[in-house]
């Protein structure tokens, strides 16, 4: 059985070292929706939201926050990211906006949860300019869709879509 590497033997938390991992080049893909009203939807596409561009501003949101991800994440190692690309389109069934992520570095450690983090915010950001109009909106689908690099290789989400 695999043991929870950020616990010490003795059951306290620790951050992981990896001071002797070698220096790879890592890739970590992740994605997420938040599905709203169809009102809302429109808005959106349009552009006329009273607070600007979402879409453009909940890009900048998202790779404001991948490059945060030590900083949110307690146990999480501080990265420099060689690469942090935040995709969103809107999607009509349902009406939603869709976030893909793509992190990279070349380091001892993944990028998981940079890529995670930078979804998850993106998304907060596309609640937070429309909720006036919608509160009702629900962030789902978030997960991790690729990893590669490093000692334990490659990950691919089984029910991944293209």
Same mark, same amino acid.
């Given at each position: 059985?695999?043991?929870?590497?950020?616990?010490? =033997?003795?059951?306290?938390?620790?951050?992981?070292?990896? %001071?002797?991992?070698?220096?790879?080049?890592?890739?970590?893909?992740?994605?997420?929706?938040?599905?709203?009203?169809?009102? @809302?939807?429109?808005?959106? $596409? !349009?552009?006329?939201?009273?607070?600007?561009?979402?879409?453009? *501003?909940? /890009?900048?949101?998202? *790779?404001?926050? %991948?490059?945060?991800?030590?900083?949110? *994440? =307690?146990? &999480?190692?501080?990265? !420099?990211? @060689?690469?942090?690309?935040?995709?969103?389109?809107? /999607?009509?069934?349902?009406?939603?906006?869709?976030? /893909?992520?793509?992190?990279?570095?070349?380091? =001892?450690?993944?990028?998981?949860?940079?890529?995670?983090?930078?979804?998850?915010? !993106?998304?907060?950001?596309?609640?937070?300019? &429309?909720?006036?109009?919608?509160?009702?909106?629900?962030?789902? %689908?978030?997960?991790?869709?690729?990893?590669?690099?490093? /000692?334990?290789?490659?990950?691919? &989400?089984? !029910?991944? $879509?293209?």
């Amino acid at each position: 059985m695999s043991r929870l590497t950020h616990f010490n =033997p003795a059951g306290h938390a620790h951050m992981v070292d990896v %001071g002797g991992k070698d220096s790879t080049h890592r890739v970590a893909v992740a994605e997420g929706c938040i599905v709203m009203a169809p009102d @809302t939807l429109a808005l959106v $596409r !349009a552009g006329g939201h009273h607070k600007g561009d979402v879409l453009g *501003i909940a /890009r900048v949101a998202g *790779i404001m926050a %991948g490059k945060k991800t030590a900083e949110l *994440i =307690p146990l &999480c190692h501080p990265l !420099a990211l @060689t690469r942090l690309e935040v995709e969103l389109d809107t /999607r009509d069934q349902p009406p939603s906006v869709h976030c /893909r992520v793509t992190a990279e570095t070349r380091g =001892p450690t993944g990028v998981e949860m940079e890529a995670l983090t930078a979804v998850q915010v !993106a998304l907060l950001t596309v609640y937070d300019m &429309c909720k006036a109009v919608d509160r009702g909106m629900v962030m789902e %689908g978030i997960r991790l869709l690729h990893k590669s690099g490093g /000692r334990s290789g490659g990950w691919n &989400c089984e !029910a991944a $879509r293209p």
